[in-house]
Structure formats: structure tokens, C-alpha cells
């Protein structure tokens, strides 16, 4: 006698298979995976997700506090994103909120020596948030020119707080680096 057709759960290897084909790929948080994984997989259950996850995480191919780090020493690096907007995308992947904070303090870090913000340091900056800051203009200025209105500074301004760097931060940087551009809001002849 047959058994009655039960739906096809799928085994654990094939969750593993398909979550070391996405992470083939590029690496993702533990939220990501698992949401792609139940995407891919509707018929399996949050515990048999939960234990592959876990068995990733066992195998050290699944790393929250180092995707995080990763992810937060790329933005700042090559993106020019500021901490504000690093920690929003990073809770938008459903990283933890002390992975976050780990990696941003390390990334900053790490600025200080690798990357463009290590050559803000090198030129008088500081290093961290304010070093990546000061490379975040350098970079911006070599593409836009120097400020050399109120405009201009509030034009640099806007486009560093949409980066994600505090408004504090940015409104110090913009008015010690450029003081005639906010001294003569139109210009020095009233242009």
C-alpha cells in the first residue's frame, strides 16, 4: 500500500546547498539568508531554516560581526557613506544592533590606516569618522571644485549629510575648511 502523498519538505542538504550557493555569491547577514531562504523554500519551517543557519554559522561561513565589519570598511572606503547611513542599511539586512556598533568602531578605526581616509590623516586630519569626513570632501572637491560660496558650502553640506555623517560633524568641517565661502554667502563681490 502507498502512503498518501505528503508535500515534499526539503531536506537540510538542500537548504545547505542552496545557502552556500548564495553565499558563493557574496556574503549576507543571517536575516538575509534566512529571508531568501523561506523565499526559496516556502515548505520548510522556521526550524529547519533556523538550523542550517546555525550549521553556517558553525561552519564559520555565516558571520554577522564580520559581514557587518565588511560591510560598514567598503562603505566608508570606497563608497564615502557616513556611519548614519551605514547603520540604517546595515538594520535594514537585520544585522544586530552590538554587531553594528562593533563594526562601525572598528571600521573607523581602521580608516585611520588603510583606505582614503588614512590620507586625511596623513594631511593633518583625524582619523575615524572625521578622517573618512575629511576624505569624503577632498573626494567631493575634486569633483565639484572648492566652495567658494555660501551656496557651494551648503551644496557640499547636503551632500555630505546625505552620506549618512552627523550634522555636528559636517557644519564643523564645512565652516573650519572653508571660512570665505561662509564669511560671503554670495561670493567676495556680491557675485
Not at 560591510?71 to 557616513?82: A, K, M, N, P, V
Not at 567631493?140 to 549618512?164: E, I, M
Request: net charge negative; with cysteine.
Amino acid at each position: 500500500m502507498d502512503e498518501p502523498n505528503e508535500p515534499d519538505e526539503p531536506s537540510p542538504s538542500v537548504l545547505m546547498k542552496h545557502a552556500a550557493a548564495l553565499l558563493a555569491r557574496r556574503a549576507h547577514s543571517r536575516g538575509e539568508l534566512r529571508r531568501k531562504l523561506a523565499a526559496a523554500a516556502p515548505e520548510a519551517s522556521d526550524g529547519e531554516i533556523g538550523a542550517a543557519l546555525d550549521r553556517l554559522e558553525h561552519l564559520d561561513l555565516l558571520n554577522d560581526a564580520d559581514y557587518a565589519y565588511n560591510f560598514s570598511l567598503r562603505r566608508l572606503d570606497e563608497s564615502g557613506w557616513g556611519p548614519a547611513k551605514i547603520r540604517a542599511e546595515l538594520l535594514r539586512r537585520e544585522v544586530a544592533g552590538h554587531d553594528i556598533d562593533a563594526a562601525l568602531d572598528r571600521a573607523l578605526g581602521s580608516t585611520d590606516a588603510t583606505g582614503a581616509a588614512g590620507g586625511a590623516r596623513d594631511k593633518g586630519g583625524a582619523g575615524g569618522e572625521a578622517g573618512a569626513l575629511e576624505a569624503r570632501i577632498d573626494s567631493y572637491c575634486a569633483r565639484k571644485g572648492t566652495p567658494s560660496t555660501g551656496r557651494d558650502a551648503q551644496r557640499l553640506a547636503r551632500h555630505l549629510l546625505g552620506r549618512g555623517f552627523g550634522q555636528d560633524a559636517v557644519a564643523e568641517a564645512v565652516r573650519r575648511r572653508f571660512p570665505a565661502a561662509i564669511q560671503y554667502p554670495e561670493g567676495p563681490e556680491g557675485e
